[in-house]
Every structure is written in C-alpha cells, then in structure tokens.
C-alpha cells in the first residue's frame, strides 16, 4: 500500500482527526542551529510539527531524520512541556480556573491531541542501539520554545478555537480528577 500526503504530516493529521475536530489542523516549521553542549560541535535542526485538538480522537507521533521514534525522547519531552506551559497560560491569563483549582497535567491535554513530529538534524544522539528515542539537548530546548511560543500565537490569533480547546482540557482535567476521588472513596 503506497501512502501519498501532498502537504506531508498537515494531511496525515487532518486524516486521522477526521470531520469532528475542536480546530483546523496546523502545521509550524521552523530551522535552528546550536549545540548539546559547549564542547560539542554546532548543528542544524529543521522542526516540523502538525497538530490538532479533537474530542474524539488522540494520538501523538514522532519522527526524526526520517525514523519513527517509538519511545520519543526529547522530542516527547518538549512536547509536553511545551503544551503544559502554554495552555495553563492561556488559562491562568483567561481565568478559566476555579479558585485554588489545581493545574493542568500533560494527561488532560494529551487526551485531546493529535500531534505528529517530523524532525531533521544533522547530529542525532539516540538513547540506544535501537533507534526508538533520540537525547538531542538542543532539539529539546529549540522544540519546546519553538512550540510554546507558536501556541501562545496561536491562542491569541484564534480566539474562539483557543476557548473550545481550553474547555475540552479543562472538562479532561475535571473529569480525570473526578475519578481519581471516586477511586480513592472506593478504596476507603
């Protein structure tokens, strides 16, 4: 079976939210250059990332230097930060909490996301012979602040779809913690 995405992961996203989606799915690129650490040597990295938010569907997909990265790594890990400090934010900056309401977690969010990752670098660190998780500092720091900050745009440039998103994590926030009480009362 051959797969043909004319405009690449935005089409392959838009594909798996279907017709019922909270937003339009977007797609950021961006190019950065910097180092893991001082004594390593400069490199380039392209992000690519596509998104949408859905109430139906989840799913979150990275890929780096053309490989599937089964367990993440750095990218997972600017992806969640990123997301996490944007939308709580977006929330704190709305008043969309109750008073001494807790924050958000990744879970709330994660349950409404369908994220796909395509990455270039011209140095990757993998966390082992496998292949399925990259340690790339810099592609972790260039990812989170380059996500964050797309949000925070993204929030301010579309409003109503920032409110449909900010109630469907904050129904998931509600919801999971509701649960968990119910558990906890179960257990007692």
């Known amino acids: 079976t051959d797969f043909c995405y ?57 890929y780096h230097n053309s490989s599937w990265l089964e367990h993440g790594g750095a990218p997972e890990k600017a992806t969640k930060s990123a997301f996490v400090s944007a939308v709580d934010k977006y929330l704190r900056d709305q008043n969309k909490y109750q008073k ?41 720091e260039a990812m989170t602040e380059f996500l964050r ?9 579309n409003h109503f779809d920032a409110e449909k998103i900010a109630e469907q994590v904050l129904v998931n926030k509600r919801s999971r913690e509701s649960a968990e009480k119910q558990r906890l009362n179960i257990k007692k």
């Open 149 to 157: 900050t797309n949000l925070e745009i993204y929030f301010i440039e």
């Open 100 to 140: 001494n309401e807790s924050k958000i977690t990744w879970q709330d969010i994660e349950d409404c996301l369908i994220f796909v990752s395509n990455n270039f670098s011209t140095q990757t660190s993998y966390e082992n012979q496998t292949k399925k998780s990259i340690t790339n500092k810099f592609v972790q």
């Open 6 to 62: 004319p405009n690449g992961i935005l089409d392959y996203v838009g594909e798996i939210a279907g017709e019922q989606t909270l937003a339009m799915p977007q797609f950021w690129e961006t190019e950065r250059k910097g180092r893991d650490r001082e004594d390593k040597p400069e490199y380039k990295v392209r992000i690519s990332a596509a998104l949408c938010f859905s109430n139906r569907v989840s799913r979150l997909e990275y």
